[in-house]
């Protein structure tokens, strides 16, 4: 995204000398250009010149050769009388190991206390016999680039330059003291793609003046009428997209004699590295500092290697190009290419994808002296359909898909021609080419109201009038209440009378606009399934885990979960453009991504981790994937319903794990740690809250289930089949259907492997369940409440023998419809298998609380709710009353 320093922003605007870049900031906001960060000043603290007066060379126990200097920093010198110093030579002891210097050298010095890049922090230290007070630095060490041969020595590196006095700063001088802000740009904004667009929100935001960099008069003096003499450009789309030509305006200008190894100015070299560019050679930097400064991408020709005319046309089949990231690509027909003409054959010799990258053929090299520049201004859609065709993101063809200026190209190659007049020693050619067929502007009819309609604040038509122009619009008036807006040539995102509102808002100030809630209409608001997810999200936020999101995207996360390689849930759906090349599936349940969310909480020191996720998952079964549909035109209902079936099922899941303490320890309580009755309690309780009721099984058996009562979900006899949970600690939740019952979920203990596996403590547990189908179970008949009753309540207790696969909870279902009205509650107290009940069976002791509306219960009607509970469990369930 654009960066913005200050010192280059002033150059168009009269800004507060005293302004931070906090307040910067604040200012864009204000307009809408949000701050991304703030890059800090790539050096603090002393860094200043030097003059070496000693130079005491020796060499060390381990071999090297060394320098031991005394070297003058001004008013940094050591204090006389400090014993650092020789009482007639006021200076600091510096070791320093490059030979390129000698005495009377000026050298850039940092002293203790400075912070070098990287960061690297100066301090004194005693090394090679010596106190080094200071460091002699090089250009790599201050971040000004690789050269790391030697020190940097002022007057053979800068000597032209007037320099800093001996005792002073350099931080300014060498352009490292800076602060940057970088912007984010939203894509109608294109134009704040360069200094001229930020410096005109700028001038929007604070009432500064603005001096506008594309004018003439400004930057350049005065851009030169085309003649018959300049380098030839045909312009032959034969199909252009959507009836837009290609390209309309293309500039070329010739700078003759230009020096092949000029180098850049420092202060142009700054500037591209402010902006996150670097320094490739004077004709490419000065292209790029145009493209930075005004917004108009540009390229540099070597003039010698080009055959005219250049030709702009579409890519024929099968066509091949090395572009100058030495890639070769393979063009597409709809692909906007410059060519030139070997031979007279025009357009038979590709030079680069337009507006994208150019080729490696005619790119200026070590022995161009003569200089062709392209300006132009190409069709967006174009640019942008090549830029993704060929994952090209060019800082050019970023500027073009969004939308460029199509009267600046004259006035960005006159800027290029005088820079590299004037620092590559060339001449400018008087032959000067200039294609515009650009079509008149567009100008739309606006109604003054629209404004107020459209944002509820009463603009006056004069306070309308003023903020469109501001922007740069011409206005004509139509009648009182109308006017005829003709949006200015570097906002072609203005094409109707909402965005004209949404300029008038922006500049008048978003906090002017009133804060009113809309009235819901009746009937209205979130659905079922929103409520619910809400509900449950509440619930176990309650109940003291933490929610958290993770990005839906996984890689070996089934590995490390233990599942075979013919899991279904491994089927998973894979990006064709992933934003990570190893993640590039996305994931098929909440766990794929929340262990590694769980791992990390543990592995920063947090004793106590419990969160969950509420979260979208992707199934790939019986999703008939479709191929990639053409934008040209609107999709047919063939298409539309490809791509219907091609969208794999997202269903909505909930996926908890609990690691580490359940409750620490203290006073009056014990340290536990979570176990897989606390993951099962968080899905009956999720259940509980949505009023749906549930039933828990062993999700895993060694052997398949014998029992012949009521039909459960097949328990799993492979214990992958469960993972990523330890086999004999999870369970099974479903919920009955009528006839039919409905899988919901699996909780319980993860297995020593998978803990193991993604560093969670030992005896880690987990659930995840299908909210989706949970939600599909809440019944649509209103809840009755019931009464409270003020009669006593009776209590009976009993122990039911019953098959050990049998679910508790389809036992306390009987006993309920056994007990009826009268049962106030059920919980089951003790559990038993041993040598007093037959093999494969168990006993369950439950504590019944029972109590009636009306009147209190007689010993005959306790005895009576008794019998019909075991004459019913037996009945249903096979079970027999434990003597």
Known sequence: MPMVPMSWLRDYVDADPAMTTEELAAALVRVGLEEETIHPARVTGPLVVGRVLSREEFEASNGKTVNYCRVDVGEHNDAPGTGKE????????????????DVNDLVVVSLPGAVLPGPFEIAARKTYGHVSDGMMCSARELGLGEDHNGIIVLQKDFPDADLPAVGQSVISFLGL?????????????????????????????????????????????????????????????????????????????????????????????????????????????????????????????????????????????????????????????????????????????????AGV???????????????????????????????????????????????????????????????????????ADPAVFDLNNLPEPTSYEFALSDAERLTGVAYTPERVRQLLEEVGCAIEAVDDERVRVTPPSWRPDLTGAAHFVEEIARLDGYDNIPSVLPTAPAGTGLTLAQRARRLVAQGLAHAGLTQVESYPFVSDSFDRQGMKEDDPRRQAVKLRNPL???????????????????????????PSVAIYEVAKVVHSQGVVPTGLISAEQRPSDEQLAALEAGTPPQPWHVGAVLAGQALPAGIVSTQRSFDWADAVQAVRSIADQLGVRIEVTRAWLAEPMTHKGPRLPEAATDPAE?????????????????????????????????????????????????????????????????????????????????????????????????????????????????????????????????????????????????ADVIAKTEKVLGATLRG
Not at 580 to 605: K, Q
Request: a negative charge; hydrophobic letters at 40%; aromatic letters at 6%.
């Open 357 to 427: 990258m150019g080729g490696a053929y005619s790119e200026v090299e070590d022995s161009t002296t003569d200089i062709l520049l392209e300006a132009a201004h190409f069709d967006a859609v174009s640019i942008a359909r090549s830029s993704r065709r060929h994952k090209l993101h060019s800082e050019a063809a970023k500027r073009f898909e969004r939308g460029t200026d199509p009267l600046l190209p004259a006035i960005a190659a006159q800027r290029a021609v005088d820079l590299l007049v004037q620092y590559g020693g060339g001449h």
């Open 177 to 353: 003291g800076e602060e940057v802000l970088e912007i984010n740009v939203t894509p109608d904004r294109g134009y704040c793609f360069s200094m001229r667009g930020v410096a005109r929100e700028f001038s929007h935001s604070t009432g500064s003046a603005f001096r506008d960099p594309g004018l003439v008069g400004t930057l350049v003096e005065s851009v030169p009428q085309a003649n018959e003499a300049g380098f030839p450009v045909v312009v032959a789309d034969d199909a252009p997209i959507h009836g837009r030509c290609g390209a309309d305006r293309f500039v070329t200008r010739i700078v003759r004699g230009v020096n092949p190894a000029a180098p850049t100015p420092r202060w142009m070299v700054e500037r591209l590295e402010m902006a996150g560019m670097r320094s490739l050679s004077l004709a490419v930097d000065i292209t790029n500092y145009v493209m930075l400064d005004l917004g108009q991408p540009m390229h540099a020709y070597d003039l010698a290697a080009l055959e005219a005319p250049i030709v702009v046309r579409r890519a024929r089949p099968g066509e091949e190009l090395t572009t100058l990231d030495e890639v070769a690509r393979t063009l597409d027909p709809q692909d906007l290419v410059i060519s030139d003409s070997p031979s007279g054959e025009e357009g038979s010799r590709l030079l680069g994808i």
């Open 86 to 101: 020789p009482s007639d030579l006021p200076s600091r002891g510096i070791i320093c190991g490059a030979h390129n210097f």
């Open 580 to 606: 990570a090349d190893d993640a590039p599936l996305l994931r098929t349940s909440v766990l794929d991504t929340l262990l590694d969310v769980a791992a990390r909480n543990c592995a920063r020191g947090i």
């Open 722 to 866: 469960v993972a990523p949970y330890h086999p004999g600690r999870v369970a099974r939740i479903f919920a009955r259907k009528g006839k039919d019952f409905v899988e919901l979920a699996l909780a319980g203990e993860l297995s020593p492997k998978t803990c193991k596996a993604f560093g969670l403590p030992a005896r880690s547990c987990a659930f995840e369940l299908d909210l989706d189908a949970l939600i599909a179970l809440i019944s649509d008949e209103p809840l009755q409440v019931k009464p409270v009753s003020t009669y006593p309540a009776a209590k009976e207790d009993l122990a039911l023998v019953v098959a050990n696969d049998l679910p508790v909870s389809r036992v306390e279902q009987v006993i309920r419809q056994a007990a009826g009205a009268l049962i106030e509650d059920l919980s089951l107290f003790d559990v038993y298998e041993g040598d007093q009940v037959p093999e494969g069976f168990r006993s369950l002791a439950f504590s019944l609380r029972l109590r009636a509306s009306d009147h209190t219960l007689t010993p005959d009607e306790v005895q009576k709710v008794r």
